[in-house]
């Protein structure tokens, strides 16, 4: 079904996606941490093999995951604490998790650190920046001057096309799309405010809004505010962006 990537020593890269918390409707509740599907089958698709990295796990813990894997993803997901990034609280704001945020850094700085293969996806894509310096508009459309509408979450179908993004053209994102106009869906209401000083903005919004970063001269670090894994049915180019991370895992997996 699948053409699969395979290193030298014929094994799958091992890619690593970070969970999140959710309370299942029993009595009493139970917490389960885990991941959906759609992030899971576009490794698969790319040719990994997905390894859930749980929450409330140890820095070193995690340290020594990052050590073992070969690749990383940073899924989507609710807010970031606002006073990690030196902002408030806003009445938008929702899903903070305080050890999903600490587990979330941890493993965006190391990844950053050991040169591991990254790709971060809409709150994954925040993470990294904030991780490495950088703040967020916490409600884009109340602070970010001339804002056009990204929050489609839970009112248009996960792949509803919202807008177009531009791609520069000596990118990593318009190298593995084959274009620098990319349509794509929008399902956040935050947004990069101050870029990170080791990114480098790839990607604008056509109001202007960050939604592509990259790390210069790191193996692959690729961020995008967008969710490629809910097109890649509908645009087999955003299948590319998980072909990427998984071809660059390739030189880790032995």
Not at 81 to 92: D, K, L, M, Q, R
Not at 100 to 106: F, G, L, S, T
Not at 195 to 214: K, S
Request: with cysteine.
């Amino acid at each position: 079904m699948f053409s699969f990537a395979q290193s030298v020593s014929g094994k799958r890269p091992l890619i690593g996606l970070t969970t999140y918390r959710k309370m299942a409707d029993q009595f009493p509740p139970i917490e389960i941490i885990g991941l959906m599907p759609s992030y899971i089958e576009s490794i698969v698709a790319a040719g990994g093999l997905p390894v859930l990295i749980p929450l409330g796990l140890g820095d070193g813990e995690l340290t020594e995951i990052l050590t073992r894997v070969d690749g990383v993803l940073l899924p989507g997901g609710g807010d970031i604490e606002p006073s990690v990034y030196g902002a408030g609280a806003h009445e938008t704001m929702y899903g903070i998790d305080s050890d999903r945020d600490r587990v979330e850094i941890v493993v965006a700085r190391q990844a950053v650190k050991m040169q591991k293969p990254l790709l971060a996806i809409c709150r994954g894509h925040q993470v990294l920046n904030v991780a490495l310096g950088g703040t967020l508009w916490e409600d884009v459309q109340t602070f970010m001057p001339h804002a056009i509408r990204h929050d489609n979450y839970r009112k248009l179908p996960r792949n509803y096309i919202a807008h177009s993004v531009t791609a520069v053209p000596d990118s990593q994102i318009a190298a593995l799309m084959g274009k620098t106009e990319i349509n794509v869906n929008s399902l956040h209401h935050q947004g990069v405010r101050d870029l990170a000083p080791e990114l480098r903005a790839t990607a604008v919004a056509p109001d202007g809004l960050v939604e592509g970063i990259e790390i210069p001269g790191h193996p692959f670090a690729v961020s995008v505010q967008w969710h490629p894994e809910n097109l890649i049915h509908d645009d087999p180019t955003m299948l590319s962006l998980f072909k990427g991370l998984v071809e660059a895992a390739m030189v880790n997996a032995q």
